[in-house]
């Protein structure tokens, strides 16, 4: 594996579950802005890990494209995960909902969407910049 995808790897995944642990704990509830914070972030590594990943693989492919299309899709199983959660699972156990409603879903996707935009323009500066 790629250096720098392992290294990003080793602190992306237990920082991922401190912040869904933390979670848990219904910070998104106590610190303003947690919640978007956690899914521009969620974006920004996806695109990061999916680019780095193909890099690696010297596939010839639209990077960015596909980095994004694993975005949207992941992004989407999540949501639909929090959905299954609090709709199937949450009446059988005392459990907090996630979702907020289809509101809440939106600006989820869309904070996911905007780090992952972020990180393709940084991409895409630094290839102009290189060629």
Known sequence: MQKKLKIF???AIPFFVI???LGCWKYY?????????????????VVLAVYWFLEERAIKVN???????A??????????YEYLIDNVISPYFILTPRQMGPI????????????????????????RNRG
Do not use: M, N, P
């Not at 509830?29 to 590594?45: F, N, P, R």
């Not at 990077?63 to 299309?69: A, E, H, P």
């Open 63 to 69: 990077k960015q494209l596909i980095s994004l299309i």
């Open 104 to 127: 809440d879903t939106l600006a989820d996707t869309l904070a996911a969407f905007a780090g992952a935009i972020i990180i393709l323009i940084w991409f895409y500066l630094k290839e």
């Open 19 to 21: 912040v869904h642990y």
């Open 29 to 45: 509830y106590y610190i303003e802005g947690y919640d978007k914070l956690v899914h521009v972030l969620a974006g920004a590594s």
């Open 71 to 80: 975005l949207l899709f992941i992004t989407f199983c999540w949501e639909v």
């Open 9 to 11: 790897l080793i602190i």
